[in-house]
Structures are given as C-alpha cells and as structure tokens.
C-alpha cells in the first residue's frame, strides 16, 4: 500500500512540475502612435475650404433721400467677423470684388435693385470711414495664437437723388489666406 502511495504522490509531484514548466510566458514591445496636423482656419466658428459665411453688412432701413448710412459686417451671433486659425500661421484676409463694383458713382461697390438702380458704397477698416478697404484689399492679421481674432470691416453708403424704395443688395467674395 505504501508503494502505491507512493506512486500516486509521485505521479502528483510529476504533474505539478509539469504545470510549471507550461506556465504562460510574458513578451513585450510597444504601440507606435501618429497624428499629423495641418494648418486650418474657422471663420465665425465654422471650418471649411469654401462657401464659407464671412458675415453680412446690413445698411438698416432709411428712406430713399438719405445721405448716407453705415453698418459694420457682422459675422454669427451678431458680433464681428471672427477668424480663427492654428497657431504660428499669418492669416491675411482679402476683400475681392463684388457684383456690381463700378456701377454708381460715388463708390467703388455698388448696392442694386435688380431693376437698374444702384447705390455706391465702400468698406472701411475703422468706424470712422476714413481707412478704405479697396477692392483685393488685404487686412493683415496678427500672427495666430490659436485665439479668435476679431476682424473689423464697416460700410458706408450714399445717398443719391432719384432712388426709388426697393432692396438693394450686392454679394462680395472674400478670402482667407494663412
């Protein structure tokens, strides 16, 4: 009996080292991780390369004898335009032309009724009118941070004699360079 014991706790002794002969083994190594990142820009918080809204300038309601009336572009939520870029780029924005430029005297864009009236304005870089943004004019932004950088554009328009009541509406295209 006793050799039987024995053979059974020798059997025991043998699987157990077996077991640690076939324990799991640990291999190591690692993870290469990249991400690249290009230069962009958000004009009024939106991204894209193009359509994109820089805002609006919007005279107001006068009757058709006015002198002259003025507003400021503003961008979305009612605040000015907005330009947002990745840090280290030199944004400029350039105001190109518009619809109707040259079809009034008195400024170098032009407002149109759609029928054959036009009301000449301008843009400006100041609330005082007396910096004007010329059409393919460049604001030169300050090198980006990566904070929004506010960009101010105004608009003056003047009134002339024999303009009917009606809208009076012109589109400027506009880019953003960084």
Same mark, same amino acid.
């Given at each position: 009996m006793l050799t039987y014991v024995s053979r059974i706790g020798l059997?025991? &002794?043998? &699987?157990?080292?077996a077991s640690s002969a076939m324990a799991a083994t640990?291999?190591?190594?690692?993870i290469s991780s990249t991400l690249i990142l290009t230069s962009s820009c958000q004009v #009024?918080?939106?991204?894209?390369?193009?359509g994109l809204n820089f805002g609006a300038l919007n005279f107001g309601t006068t009757n058709s004898l006015f002198t002259t009336a003025t507003g400021q572009v503003l961008g979305?939520?009612?605040?000015?335009?907005?330009? &947002?870029?990745?840090?280290?780029? #030199?944004?400029?924005?350039?105001?190109r032309a518009g619809t109707n430029d040259g079809k009034s005297t008195g400024g170098s864009r032009a407002l149109y009724d759609g029928v054959a009236n036009y009301?000449?304005?301008?843009?400006?870089t100041d609330a005082g009118h007396s910096n004007l943004l010329a059409i393919d004019g460049v604001i030169n932004l300050a090198p980006s941070t990566g904070v929004a950088q506010t960009v101010n554009i105004y608009g003056q328009a003047l009134g002339k004699a024999g303009?009917?009541?009606?809208?009076?509406?012109?589109?400027?295209?506009?880019?953003?360079?960084?």
């Amino acid at each position: 009996m006793l050799t039987y014991v024995s053979r059974i706790g020798l059997s025991l &002794l043998g &699987l157990t080292l077996a077991s640690s002969a076939m324990a799991a083994t640990t291999v190591t190594g690692q993870i290469s991780s990249t991400l690249i990142l290009t230069s962009s820009c958000q004009v #009024n918080g939106v991204g894209g390369s193009t359509g994109l809204n820089f805002g609006a300038l919007n005279f107001g309601t006068t009757n058709s004898l006015f002198t002259t009336a003025t507003g400021q572009v503003l961008g979305g939520g009612g605040g000015a335009l907005s330009i &947002l870029c990745s840090a280290g780029t #030199n944004p400029t924005v350039k105001v190109r032309a518009g619809t109707n430029d040259g079809k009034s005297t008195g400024g170098s864009r032009a407002l149109y009724d759609g029928v054959a009236n036009y009301v000449p304005y301008d843009f400006y870089t100041d609330a005082g009118h007396s910096n004007l943004l010329a059409i393919d004019g460049v604001i030169n932004l300050a090198p980006s941070t990566g904070v929004a950088q506010t960009v101010n554009i105004y608009g003056q328009a003047l009134g002339k004699a024999g303009l009917p009541a009606g809208t009076y509406t012109d589109t400027v295209a506009v880019e953003l360079t960084f």
